[in-house]
């Protein structure tokens, strides 16, 4: 039987979302990306430009929590004084 994946965020841009399906997968989710995108077009257009990236259903916790976390951890070089990064 087929998983059932749920969508976990949409983004404007398949780059982005290929960042978070890869980052995903590097931690042990499955992950897939689901685009609507048209390159035909200049810019995107309403819905058209939606980039969904799905999870199976039964990780989508974990995954909302990796992502989470990874947002909360401050980048390397990142001086909230305004200082002069290594």
Not at 16 to 43: D, K, M, N, T, W
Not at 49 to 74: F, I, Q, S, W, Y
Request: proline share 5%; glycine share 8%; aromatic share 4%.
């Amino acid at each position: 039987m087929a998983a059932d994946w749920e969508t976990l965020e949409v983004l404007g841009t398949e780059e982005e979302a290929e960042l978070i399906c890869g980052y995903l997968e590097s931690q042990g989710i499955p992950c897939q990306v689901e685009s609507s995108h048209s390159h035909e077009f200049p810019v995107n257009v309403t819905a058209l430009g939606n980039v969904r990236v799905d999870v199976p259903a039964e990780r989508v916790e974990e995954a909302r929590k990796l992502l989470a976390d990874r947002e909360a951890t401050p980048v390397l070089g990142d001086d909230e004084e305004g200082g002069d990064a290594l």
